[in-house]
């Protein structure tokens, strides 16, 4: 009898320090974007994004990126990036690809598919819908040296055009080319 009390306890005391443990873990962080077309006269979003970070189950903090377009894009596969400046007035603002590295190269068309901020392409289908859904460890909502939410901030691009992953090597417009649509990140 005396174990089987025990044995209460300790399931006791380890089911207290669980849940003590659950209401003290660090809250995911989260982020989130309007996706508007490029250009001055576009004022209604055609999109939306969220992100957040967690930890993966190795402890390295993972992004969840999810991106569905409503409108505006042609139908097919469209080239999707992190960018390096949270500037969409215009487009170009944005600068090129999220990459702080020590090597940092942001030419969207050298260094590919290895920058901070390279993500699938998004398929719009004949609805002029896309839902992009991946996870990232290459960038974090959190402070440190590959968080997106540096002193300028970060966008996410979607470009004309699928990303090819420029499997050449650098060729023009391998990473989607020209920019149709800009998101400027912001965390809540």
Known sequence: MTIKKNIGKSLLIIAGSFLLSNAYAEEPKK???LIYLCGEENTTPIGTATLVE???DEGVKQVDVNITITSGLSVGKHGVHIHETANCTPCGDAQGHFDPGPESNSNPDGNHPFHSGDLNN???DENGIGILQTTTSRVTLSAGPISIFDENGSA???H???DTYCPDG???GC????RDACGIIYSF
């Open 122 to 124: 998004i398929a719009i």
């Open 170 to 172: 650098v060729t023009t």
């Open 160 to 162: 004309t055009n699928e």
């Open 175 to 178: 990473a989607g080319g020209s």
């Open 31 to 33: 982020a989130g974007a």
């Open 156 to 158: 996410f691009i979607i």
């Open 54 to 56: 967690t930890p993966s």
